[in-house]
């Protein structure tokens, strides 16, 4: 003799199995795409440094809230795909990097630079 319940049992029992079993799967696909992205964006460099950047001139950068740097050269840019890729938040993403005299270096936003102005003397 079989219980009325026995088959709604197997069902809602199949259906959660099936449930988890695809959870699995997919968190392991997602997982295994995460780390493929973070070997990969290691290979890459962040910065891409120009071929000529600026013929080595040293600038005089004005940003758009009116503060100024002197004495930069420019340096290279930050790659975009690159650092999405290296899981940098959005605002990381569009740097410029300039490096001064004394060989260390400024990142700032691109969008927050107004003009780039070269002067006269060479570094």
């Known amino acids: 003799m079989k219980e009325p319940w026995v088959d709604i049992a197997l069902v809602i029992a199949s259906v959660g199995i099936t449930l988890v079993l695809v959870v699995v799967a ?14 990969h964006a290691q290979l890459i460099p962040l910065l891409k440094l120009l071929p000529d950047p600026g013929d080595g001139r040293v600038m005089r950068v004005r940003l758009k809230d009116g503060k100024t740097y002197d004495g930069l050269t ?3 840019v930050m790659d975009a795909d690159a650092a999405r890729d290296a899981g940098l938040p ?5 740097l410029v ?9 400024v990142w700032l936003d691109a969008t927050a630079i107004r003009v780039l102005e070269a002067l006269d003397k060479k570094a």
């Open 74 to 76: 420019l340096s290279g």
């Open 26 to 39: 997919l968190r392991l696909f997602f997982d295994l795409r995460a780390a493929r992205k973070r070997k």
């Open 90 to 94: 959005h605002p990381l993403n569009q």
């Open 97 to 105: 990097c300039f490096e001064r005299a004394d060989g260390t270096r």
